[in-house]
């Protein structure tokens, strides 16, 4: 078993910054990747960004490229995503997620945490 726990949600202006955290704890295999997705009420989830078991590779869809950053720190076990210049459209809850079986497929990731709410007012 894998336990994912997310800190740093929060609410902030249009343009604003936020660091999302996910600790990993368990028994994580050596080559997994780490996954952050979104969510809105009502809103299919959507895949935000993810990075390999190395750190050395990091994926993003493209509303988020140049704006997020993931990162992970492979001594703490611990994934980030930096948000900047942060958009109302960013608003929804955020989910780290791992999987050894995939980089976007959401169905294929097998440990989620508990999500975290970012809320971007105007």
């Known amino acids: 078993q894998v336990q994912l726990v997310e800190s740093g949600g929060g609410s902030v202006q249009a343009g604003g910054s936020l660091t999302l955290s996910c600790a990993a704890s368990?028994?994580?295999?050596?080559?997994?990747?780490m996954g952050w997705f979104r969510q809105v009420p009502g809103k299919e989830r959507e895949w935000v960004a993810a990075?390999?078991?190395?750190?050395?590779?990091?994926y993003y869809t493209e509303s988020v490229r140049g704006r997020f950053t993931i990162s992970k720190d492979r001594a703490k076990n611990t994934v980030y995503l930096q948000m900047s210049s942060l958009k109302t459209e960013d608003t929804a809850v955020y989910y780290c997620?791992?999987?050894?079986?995939?980089?976007?497929?959401?169905?294929?990731?097998?440990?989620w945490g508990q999500g975290t709410q970012v809320t971007v007012s105007s």
């Open positions: 997620a791992t999987t050894t079986r995939t980089i976007r497929d959401g169905n294929r990731y097998d440990y």
């Open positions: 368990g028994r994580t295999p050596r080559t997994y990747v």
């Open positions: 990075v390999g078991w190395s750190g050395a590779d990091t």
